[in-house]
């Protein structure tokens, strides 16, 4: 009488060392997700930072009267993720229709936030109908 073979039951080495290898792998992915996702938003945020700021300095601007636009620069100390930006302000001057197209720009860099820009443009003029 020949002996049989049983199945052996339960996994082998190469196949838990297979299912090892996809969770190691998937895991590495799942986590540089998690991390691109968190430095995306801080960039997001800083962006946003930067938006409020150009926007604060155009309003500032357009309660300006006319001719007391000029281009100019100062430096911007803010909490939070911008700690120190540079803004610039740019003015064109149409005199043919009295009108200053005037670019704000917001720079900025620092320990945690990456270098980075932002430009917001607007236009005022003499006259209330630009305003």
Do not use: N
């Not at 691109?36 to 300095?57: I, N």
């Not at 005037?102 to 003499?126: C, F, N, P, Q, Y």
């Amino acid at each position: 009488m020949i002996p049989t073979l049983r199945r052996a039951r339960g996994f082998s080495l190469i196949e838990c060392l297979a299912a090892i290898v996809i969770v190691g792998f998937a895991l590495l992915v799942g986590f540089s997700v998690v991390l691109w996702a968190d430095r995306v938003e801080r960039q997001a945020g800083e962006r946003a930072q930067a938006a409020e700021l150009a926007a604060s300095v155009a309003e500032k601007l357009r309660g300006t009267a006319y001719l007391e636009v000029r281009a100019s620069q100062w430096d911007e100390a803010l909490p939070g993720a911008l700690a120190h930006a540079h803004v610039e302000v740019i003015v064109q001057e149409d005199a043919t229709l009295e009108l200053k197209k005037v670019g704000v720009i917001v720079t900025w860099s620092g320990e945690r936030a990456r270098a980075g820009s932002l430009r917001l443009d607007t236009a005022m003029g003499r006259a209330e109908l630009y305003r």
